[in-house]
């Protein structure tokens, strides 16, 4: 299979795992002999830079001609002043508004031996298994009016929540769909106790779930949600819900998995071209400035966003479950990096945990 992807490492320690994923691309290559064809590009802080814009809009168009999209991670202190007119998040809210990628997957699984890396119990987060479907092109993260103005009574500032029935329907479906592959349990989570839109998405959500009477769907308060989250998160099986709260509820759940290192995601669309279905990969990790260029970053996250796009855009199932299966190896063989290593254990840097996993994706 020969596949056009779109590689775009970003900022901070971006451009490190992104390196890390393609390793072990590269090596699935070899291994079933697959030619990936890959393109880079600039992007975020590194765009501003060299450009004057995070997204340049011939990137968003090689990105259109593309099969998939690997994306880093962007931003970083330098970039950061809140008057600046562009900012590195741009490029990843251009990107995913740009290609139409209104639902973003976020699983959260526990693997087994990583139940104490965690700051929560390892009774409470053993055999977690969620995936949060956050809707992604709408909401408040792009509703008009948008805008901070004067007024001779001080500043004020407007952001609006607004969504179609069609904008909630149809990433609803996806979160029925998927339910219906695994433990049959939707939760939609919403604020209907005080806001107008989110009374529409509940209702929408009643409607979309006449369609699937085999899932048991449950509406849960964005509030609700957050506590029952760290309380008894393996009672869940798949979220779905509004842009803002699903940022905000992913950075929570990615506690459980003991590092947000080890957490990939996927944004689809509905663009279907050539049998594939485009999407972009990301970690939910940002760009860590911190420990940007020092070799800590976990790369895992980045591998199995890879792994995502294996299954989701290409089809290719036996070897995205080859990757997470190299992953499973590494861990149990004991390598970690300084994310989820326990105190005094042997840390390996990001290319030596890449170098593992990759070998491991040549043997499992
Ligand atoms: C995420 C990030 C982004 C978001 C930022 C970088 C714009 O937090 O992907 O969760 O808010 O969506
Ligand atoms: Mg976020």
């Given at each position: 299979m020969r596949t056009n992807i779109m590689v775009l490492p970003g900022d901070g320690i971006g451009p490190e795992v992104t390196a890390e994923g393609v390793k072990a691309l590269l090596a699935v290559g070899r291994r079933f002999k697959h030619d990936f064809a890959l393109q880079e590009?600039?992007?975020?802080?590194?765009?501003?830079?060299?450009?004057?814009?995070?997204?340049?809009?011939?990137?968003?168009?090689?990105?259109?001609?593309?099969?998939?999209?690997?994306?880093?991670?962007?931003?970083?202190?330098?970039?950061?002043?809140?008057?600046?007119?562009?900012?590195?998040?741009?490029?990843?809210?251009?990107?995913?508004?740009?290609?139409?990628?209104?639902?973003?997957?976020?699983?959260?699984?526990?693997?087994?031996?990583?139940?104490?890396?965690?700051?929560?119990?390892?009774?409470?987060?053993?055999?977690?298994?969620?995936?949060?479907?956050?809707e992604l092109t709408g909401g408040i993260y792009f509703g008009k009016p948008k805008r901070r103005w004067r007024t001779a009574a001080g500043r004020r500032a407007v952001d609006t929540l607004r969504y179609t029935e069609q904008e909630v329907a149809r990433v609803v479906r996806v979160g029925f769909d998927l339910a219906r592959l695994r433990r049959k349990k939707l939760t939609s989570v919403d604020k209907a106790n005080v806001m107008e839109s989110s009374r529409l998405w509940r209702e929408v959500t009643n409607e979309v779930a006449k369609e699937y009477p085999d899932v048991a769907l449950e509406h849960m308060l964005v509030d609700a949600c957050a506590m029952?989250?760290?309380?008894?998160?393996?009672?869940?099986?798949?979220?779905?819900?509004?842009?803002?709260?699903?940022?905000?509820?992913?950075?929570?759940?990615?506690?459980?998995?003991?590092?947000?290192?080890?957490?990939?995601?996927?944004?689809?669309?509905?663009?279907?071209?050539?049998?594939?279905?485009?999407?972009?990969?990301?970690?939910?990790?940002?760009?860590?400035?911190?420990?940007?260029?020092?070799?800590?970053a976990n790369p895992i996250a980045m591998v199995l966003s890879m792994a995502m796009m294996l299954r989701l855009s290409f089809g290719l199932e036996n070897e995205a479950a080859c990757v997470e299966r190299a992953v499973t190896r590494v861990l149990e063989q004991g390598y970690r990096t300084a994310d989820i290593a326990n105190e005094g254990a042997p840390v390996l840097t990001t290319t030596a945990m890449g170098d593992r996993i990759a070998e491991a994706i040549g043997s499992v």
């Open positions: 590009d600039i992007v975020g802080g590194a765009s501003i830079d060299k450009f004057g814009v995070a997204l340049r809009p011939e990137t968003l168009e090689r990105c259109r001609q593309c099969d998939a999209v690997l994306f880093g991670a962007i931003g970083g202190p330098k970039w950061d002043n809140p008057a600046a007119l562009v900012r590195p998040e741009d490029a990843i809210l251009g990107l995913r508004k740009g290609l139409r990628l209104y639902a973003n997957l976020r699983p959260v699984k526990v693997a087994p031996f990583l139940v104490d890396a965690g700051p929560l119990k390892a009774e409470t987060v053993r055999g977690v298994d969620i995936v949060v479907i956050r029952h989250l760290i309380r008894r998160p393996a009672d869940f099986d798949v979220i779905v819900t509004e842009n803002l709260f699903g940022d905000i509820l992913t950075d929570e759940a990615s506690v459980l998995a003991g590092s947000m290192g080890m957490l990939p995601s996927a944004s689809l669309g509905a663009g279907v071209r050539r049998g594939r279905r485009m999407g972009l990969y990301e970690p939910i990790h940002g760009s860590a400035p911190d420990i940007a260029g020092q070799g800590k």
